[in-house]
């Protein structure tokens, strides 16, 4: 007995006076969001006798889900060709090609109307649970979780992950975790990263990829809530990529925000990092015409509403209040007339309309939309099981990658591939694995 009492006063001695006890699980599954969910229920259903884990280190779960989309949860998108799918992803398209054939948009639709969440498209392709509320999303995840017995630990950040023999170990600040594999979603987690780094993998470092442009400029200052489509374009006087978008702009009181530019954000995310975010920018707001047909509009406008003011109606189907900012802009009188315009204004005017270059001096992002470029090198991920090439029994998913998406729907679709594939792989080796036994 007190050779018993003796051997537990080491072990306290240890861990300085704190039982550290040891759990057992089959898959440990770093990360409570969107990812970590949507593979530990796919895992659970494709074999109900393994125990799952998911290890939580804040004391919420499906943070991001529930803020995303305004609060609806913009679940997927609906492009139904994987090709197309795989071109809306500046980090990783080539890469997700050979896993949008395995599970993608049809996928996502059919999986969440077999739980009871039907969803829906809207104009843009972006799509929502009809509910339009993320709790529906939120509320899905949590009832099969449980149904399903797979146990949820929150405020259990993760300290440190090593590999014994052929066993992870898992330390957390409450206990320690032992499993066969394990699975990281937690996202752009760079403390994660780090312990990721020590097991020898590649991490390639945080760059924001969805962000506004900050422009301090006359034309743009007194108009924020101003919405218009338009074509922006990066002026490539300090880079060599060819960076342009096209698609809804916003004018808000920073800059210049809305998916034109989000998209245009995403792709030159690197590039415009390495400017610091110093540049110009070329916005055509009327994107389907150029500057020399523009100018032949305004001269046959010129000659049919000679006798009314130039900025009392706005034409060429652009915001009042923005056709107002580039007339003055162009040198035109709030009162001047369209048969008083002289040929150099009308000129200038087409020159704005079609051309109006606009400085960038710095980006603004938003919490709950934060995207980043960077994460794990894909170079060493197998995509067909989603494993790591480094260590075997050790799986992704979700933005812990280096992939990102643009805004609407996508970075999500990426987690739910990746989440489906890695629940796949785990229960066909862990299938074959019985069979061996057996044998």
Same mark, same amino acid.
């Given at each position: 007995m007190q050779d018993i009492k003796d051997t537990l006063a080491t072990c306290i001695?240890?861990?300085?006076?704190?039982?550290?006890?040891?759990?057992?699980?089959? =898959?440990? !599954?770093? #990360? &409570? @969001?969107?990812?970590?969910?949507?593979? +530990?229920?796919?895992?659970?259903?494709?074999? /109900?006798?393994?125990?799952?884990?998911?290890?939580?280190?804040s004391s919420e779960v499906l943070t991001? =889900?529930? !803020?995303? #989309? &305004? @609060?609806?949860?913009?679940?997927?998108? +609906?492009?139904?060709?994987?090709?197309?799918? /795989?071109?809306?992803?500046?980090?990783?398209?080539?890469?997700l090609l050979g896993p949008f054939?395995?599970?993608?948009?049809?996928?996502?639709?059919?999986?969440?109307?077999?739980?009871?969440?039907?969803?829906?498209?809207?104009?843009?392709?972006?799509?929502?649970?009809?509910?339009?509320?993320?709790?529906?999303?939120?509320?899905?995840?949590?009832?099969?979780?449980?149904?399903?017995?797979?146990?949820?630990?929150?405020?259990?950040?993760?300290?440190?992950?090593?590999?014994?023999?052929?066993?992870?170990?898992?330390?957390?600040?409450?206990?320690?975790?032992?499993?066969k594999k394990i699975v990281i979603a937690t996202g752009s987690n760079v403390k994660i990263w780090k312990l990721l780094s020590d097991l020898g993998h590649t991490i390639l470092p945080p760059i924001p990829s969805l962000f506004t442009f900050n422009i301090k400029d006359n034309r743009i200052k007194e108009l924020p809530g101003i919405a218009t489509?338009?074509?922006?374009?990066?002026?490539?006087?300090?880079?060599?990529?060819?960076?342009?978008?096209?698609?809804?702009?916003?004018?808000?009181h920073w800059g210049l925000s809305g998916p034109a530019i989000l998209k245009l954000s995403a792709w030159g995310a690197?590039?415009?990092?390495?400017?610091?975010?110093?540049?110009?920018?070329?916005?055509?707001?009327?994107?389907?015409?150029?500057?020399?047909?523009?100018?032949?509009k305004l001269k046959d406008l010129k000659e049919v509403n000679s006798k009314q003011s130039v900025l009392k109606y706005a034409q060429l189907e652009v915001p009042k209040r923005l056709w107002q900012s580039l007339a003055i802009s162009s040198g035109i009188e709030e009162t001047q007339k369209w048969a008083?315009?002289?040929?150099?204004?009308l000129q200038e005017l087409a020159l704005q309309?079609?051309?109006?270059?606009?400085?960038?001096?710095?980006?603004?992002?938003?919490?709950?939309?934060?995207v980043t470029a960077g994460g794990i090198d894909l170079k060493e991920i197998n995509f067909k099981r989603y494993e790591s090439k480094v260590h075997k029994d050790l799986f992704f998913a979700g933005e812990v990658l280096n992939i990102d998406a643009i805004t609407g729907g996508f970075n999500f679709q990426n987690a739910w591939t990746g989440g489906y594939i890695v629940a796949k792989s785990i229960a066909e080796l862990r299938f074959h694995s019985e069979l061996k036994k057996n044998d």
């Open positions: 001695e240890i861990v300085n006076k704190k039982i550290i006890l040891i759990i057992e699980a089959d =898959v440990i !599954i770093v #990360g &409570g @969001g969107a990812a970590g969910f949507f593979t +530990a229920i796919n895992l659970a259903e494709n074999n /109900s006798t393994l125990k799952v884990i998911i290890l939580e280190r991001k =889900v529930r !803020i995303s #989309g &305004g @609060g609806r949860c913009n679940v997927t998108h +609906a492009e139904f060709a994987s090709k197309d799918l /795989s071109q809306n992803y500046p980090r990783g398209e080539k890469e054939h395995t599970f993608m948009t049809g996928d996502t639709i059919e999986w969440f109307e077999k739980k009871g969440v039907p969803l829906k498209i809207e104009k843009d392709g972006r799509m929502f649970p009809e509910s339009n509320s993320s709790k529906t999303i939120i509320d899905c995840f949590l009832n099969e979780a449980e149904r399903l017995h797979v146990e949820v630990l929150k405020q259990h950040p993760v300290k440190s992950i090593q590999k014994e023999e052929n066993e992870w170990i898992v330390e957390t600040e409450q206990n320690n975790f032992k499993a489509n338009a074509s922006v374009s990066v002026l490539p006087e300090n880079h060599k990529t060819q960076l342009e978008s096209e698609g809804p702009l916003l004018i808000t690197i590039d415009l990092y390495h400017l610091n975010y110093q540049f110009k920018i070329k916005v055509n707001w009327i994107p389907s015409e150029k500057r020399e047909a523009v100018l032949e008083e315009t002289t040929n150099k204004q309309l079609t051309n109006s270059v606009l400085q960038v001096d710095g980006k603004s992002t938003f919490k709950e939309e934060f």
